[in-house]
C-alpha cells in the first residue's frame, strides 16, 4: 500500500497514532513544540528530563501519553545539520514508525526543511518485498497516512513534485530489484509504452534486424547471442516546441551481463541482473520528466539486451562497425556496455540532441575506485557538468569527475581499427571506457558520462536507501533538467 502524504497545519492529535518530532542538540525541546497540546507539552517536558534525553544525532526517545506514542529523533548540533542529515533521521523515524506498526503518522518539520523531510517520507516507503509465496506481514509497510505540519506556502506543490520524483524512482529501483528472468528487454519495452501512452511523447522500437538495417553494428553484436530478442528504445517528449534545444539521455540495460565468450567468473554473477540500472534510471527520469511536464525536449536511447554466449555469439577479435563509421575491435566481449551505447548516441545526435548525458552501469574499476560512494563523471563541457553539479547540491547524490586527458586515449588505440573496447591491463579502467564512448560524441555537442557501477546498487544499507538498488542517479538528473526550461 502506498503511503499518503497530506499537509496540515496543526496537529490533530486524535488522527494519529504516533506523532514525531525534531530536535537539536543542546536544546531543551523539539523543533516548534510549542505547537503541541499544553498536556503534551508537560508529558515531553517530565518524561526527557526523566531520561536525560542528549537528541544526539538519530538518537530516539520514545514516550507515550494518552495513548498518542511520541517519537524525537535527535539531529546532534544545529550547525552540523544539512539536507542529508535531515532526510536521514526523517527515514529513521518512519522506519521506528513501522517497527512500531504505527498506521497514521504526523511529522512536526521545520519549514526550511519541508523538501528533504519528504524526501525522508518518500524513501521510507519504498519497498521492494521480494517475490516470496506467502509474503511474511511484519515486513510489510503499515503506514497509510504521514501528516506533515507545516505552514509552507508550497507545501502541496512539493508533495505533488516529490511523488512524481519518487513514482519514477521507485519503477527504476524495482527494475534493477527484478531478476533478468523478468526483466528482459521486452518487459523494458512494455514499462516504456506505459509511459509513451500519454500526449506529447512517442516510442519507438527499433529491433535487430532493424537495428542491423540502421548499421548499428556495435549494438547489434553483443544483441546476437542472445536468444532473448533485443530492443533499442528510443522515447520522445516534446516539452518546448519552439524550442531548437533537445537533451538526450542513453542508458545502458543489458537485462543481464554474463560477459558473453569472455565468461565471467561465477561467483556474484547474479548481481549482473543489475546491469540494466542506467536504462532504468534514463527511463524513469522521462517518467519523471512527462508527469512533471517540465518544458524542455528531452529524447531517451535505451540499448537493451542480453549478454550472452549463444551460438551466434560475437568474438574476441572480431571488428565491428558502428553506426558513425568508426571500427571497433573486440578484445573482450564482456565491455559490451560501451559498445551499446555508442550505437545510441550516435543515434541521438542524429536525431538532433546537442546536451548528452549516458548512465551505465559500466565499469567494474569505478567500484574500485569510488566504492559505492561516488558516481564517476567524465565530460567535455564544463558547463554542462556544472550544472549537474548544482543539481547534486539540491539531493546530496554525489559525483566526482575523473580526468580525460588525450594520453588516456593511447590507451585504447588499435593495430588494425579505429580503437579496442577494452584494455587488457586492465589500467584506467573507468577513464578508458570514458574515452571509448567520447569517441562517439561529435565536436559540438555537449557530453555528460555518469559510470554508476558502484552507486546503482549496493547490498548493505547505505543512509536512506535500504538494501539493493538506490535510483541514483535520478533525483540528480530530473533536477538538471528542471533547470533548463527556459534556457
Ligand atoms: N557490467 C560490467 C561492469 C560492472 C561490474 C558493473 C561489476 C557492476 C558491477 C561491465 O560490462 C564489464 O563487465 N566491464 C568490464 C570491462 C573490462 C572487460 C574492460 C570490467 O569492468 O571488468
Ligand atoms: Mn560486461
Ligand atoms: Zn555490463
Not at 556544472?386 to 539540491?394: E, N, R, T, V, Y
Amino acid at each position: 500500500m502506498k503511503t499518503q502524504i497530506k499537509p496540515c497545519k496543526k496537529i490533530q492529535v486524535s488522527n494519529n497514532d504516533l506523532l514525531c518530532l525534531y530536535q537539536y542538540q543542546y536544546e531543551k525541546y523539539p523543533i516548534n513544540y510549542s505547537q503541541l497540546t499544553s498536556k503534551l507539552q508537560k508529558h515531553l517536558q517530565s518524561s526527557s528530563d526523566r531520561f536525560e534525553y542528549k537528541a544526539k544525532k538519530y538518537q530516539i526517545h520514545q514516550t507515550e501519553s494518552d495513548n498518542l506514542r511520541l517519537l524525537v529523533i535527535g539531529l546532534g548540533p544545529k550547525k552540523s545539520v544539512n539536507n542529508d542529515l535531515w532526510i536521514t533521521a526523517t527515514y529513521k523515524m518512519l522506519e521506528q514508525a513501522n517497527t512500531l506498526r504505527a498506521k497514521n503518522v504526523a511529522l512536526i518539520i521545520e519549514n526550511s526543511f519541508l523538501r528533504q523531510s519528504l524526501e525522508g517520507i518518500n524513501f521510507a516507503s519504498y519497498r521492494f518485498d521480494g517475490l516470496f509465496q506467502k509474503q511474511d506481514r511484519d515486513k510489510l509497510s503499515s503506514l497509510s497516512r504521514v501528516d506533515l505540519c507545516t505552514d509552507h506556502p508550497q507545501v502541496n506543490s512539493m508533495i505533488k513534485e516529490q511523488s512524481a520524483v519518487f513514482e519514477a524512482v521507485a519503477l527504476a529501483r524495482d527494475l534493477v530489484n527484478l531478476p533478468a528472468n523478468i526483466v528482459t528487454p521486452k518487459y523494458l519495452e512494455k514499462e516504456a509504452s506505459k509511459i509513451a501512452n500519454q500526449p506529447g511523447v512517442s516510442l519507438k522500437v527499433i529491433d535487430l534486424k532493424q537495428a542491423e538495417k540502421l548499421k548499428m553494428g556495435a549494438f547489434a553484436a553483443v544483441a546476437r547471442g542472445s536468444r532473448e530478442p533485443a530492443r533499442m528504445l528510443i522515447l520522445e517528449y516534446k516539452g518546448a516546441a519552439k524550442s531548437k534545444e533537445k537533451i538526450g539521455i542513453v542508458g545502458k540495460a543489458i537485462t543481464f551481463d554474463s560477459g558473453g565468450i569472455s565468461l565471467k567468473p561465477p561467483k556474484g554473477m547474479g548481481e549482473m541482473k543489475t546491469d540494466m540500472g542506467g536504462g532504468a534510471a534514463a527511463l524513469a527520469t522521462f517518467k519523471a520528466v512527462v508527469s512533471l511536464g517540465l518544458k524542455v525536449n528531452l529524447m531517451v536511447a535505451i540499448p537493451a539486451t542480453e549478454n550472452m554466449p549463444g551460438g551466434n555469439a560475437y568474438k574476441p577479435g572480431d571488428i565491428l562497425t558502428a553506426s558513425n563509421g568508426k571500427t571497433i575491435e573486440v578484445v573482450s566481449t564482456d565491455a559490451e556496455g560501451r559498445l551499446v551505447m555508442s550505437d545510441a548516441l550516435v543515434y541521438l545526435q542524429k536525431q538532433g540532441a546537442d546536451k548528452l548525458i549516458d548512465i551505465a552501469t559500466l565499469t567494474g574499476a569505478c567500484i574500485v575506485t569510488f566504492g559505492h560512494i561516488h558516481t564517476a563523471l567524465m565530460t567535455n563541457a564544463s558547463d554542462w557538468k556544472d550544472s549537474l553539479l548544482k543539481a547534486s547540491a539540491h539531493t546530496g547524490e554525489k559525483f566526482w569527475e575523473l580526468p580525460m586527458d588525450q594520453e588516456y586515449g593511447e590507451l585504447i588505440e588499435s593495430d588494425i581499427c579505429d580503437m579496442v573496447n577494452a584494455v587488457e591491463s586492465r589500467e584506467a579502467g573507468t577513464i578508458t571506457a570514458g574515452k571509448l564512448l567520447e569517441q562517439f560524441i561529435e565536436e559540438d555537442s555537449k557530453w555528460l558520462h555518469l559510470d554508476i557501477a558502484g552507486t546503482a546498487f549496493h547490498t548493505k544499507k547505505q543512509k536512506y536507501y535500504g538494501k539493493y538498488a538506490t535510483g541514483i542517479p535520478i533525483r540528480t538528473l530530473i533536477e538538471l533538467i528542471k533547470g533548463e526550461q527556459n534556457k
